[in-house]
């Protein structure tokens, strides 16, 4: 293919007007790469329970995936127990794949998470039921994309409440390397209309961070007085982990807001 041809094509993919279902288009991220996708111009819905869609009863789920193109899966469940989540991301990911398959949907986008390849074959963590919804992802036949993320900004806060018993915030001795939900969330619009990989890619923020400052980070700005206390026996979600099992692979797609920015901006706005 001549660069011409390969310039001409990406100004046709940029063109083409999609419709393009966002699974828990209402959550976190979600709602954020339904956005940049509607203000690219495609025809954009975004299917959760808030919006009459339940993804794992298929409850709506025909209706919403009719004409849809591209399915871009950003659910998340509210168990993060292994069993839980197993039973949760498989059921709602074969619903997904069977019934968009039959709606004709020809690139399979979902939202995976950095660590997955290191901690999915892990002991029954959140971890090796998202390594288990990649491989159903990979192994079904539909093109497919999976990005991996790695922490949320705005999810910081849910780390320290789940690691925080009687006041005390035991985190694990890990690094990390967290991204805004909108810098992920730019990383899954721009694959949905690219496309499909055929693999996974990995996406994080500019900084490093010990798990146990960037949570302090998180607590003191919001004139929180819990204490954070890092050790290497703690957990997370489930995992027993290893200083880097947190940390995305070198050629990971960096992005660009810093974490102290972010919460400044927070601090501003509300
Ligand atoms: N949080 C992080 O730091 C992070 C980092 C990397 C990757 N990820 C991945 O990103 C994904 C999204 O995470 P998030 O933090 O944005 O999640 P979230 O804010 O909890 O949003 C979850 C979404 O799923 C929908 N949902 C849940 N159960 C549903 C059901 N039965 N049927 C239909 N919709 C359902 C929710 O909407 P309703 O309640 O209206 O149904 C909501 O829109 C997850 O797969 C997670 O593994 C997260």
Known sequence: MTVKDR???????????????????????GTKVAEKLRLAGHDVVAASRRTGVNLYT??????ALEGA??????????YTDYAGALDFFETETLNLLTLGAA??????????????????????SYFEAKAAQERLVAESGVPYSIIRSTQFFEFV???????????????????????AAADAADAVARTATGDPLM??????GPDQFRLGDLVSLELRWSRDPREVVAHAEGEYFGSRLQPHDL????????????????????????
């Open 103 to 124: 709606a004709g949907v020809r690139h399979h986008v979902v939202l995976s998470l950095v660590g997955t390849d290191k901690l999915g074959q892990a002991n029954g």
């Open 69 to 78: 193109q591209v399915v871009v899966d950003c659910c998340n469940s509210v």
């Open 247 to 270: 940390l995305p692979v070198a050629d990971a797609r960096l992005y660009w807001s810093h974490f102290t920015d972010w919460l400044d901006q927070r601090e501003r706005t509300s």
């Open 7 to 29: 310039v001409d094509k990406v100004a046709k993919g940029a063109r083409e007007k999609m419709r393009i279902v966002v699974a828990g288009g209402t959550g976190v991220v």
């Open 58 to 63: 298929r409850d709506g789920l025909q209706e």
């Open 199 to 204: 693999s996974a890619i990995e996406v994080a």
């Open 157 to 179: 806060r849910a780390i320290a409440d789940s690691a925080t018993e009687a006041q005390v915030t035991r985190v694990a001795e890990a690094l990390v390397q967290p991204i």
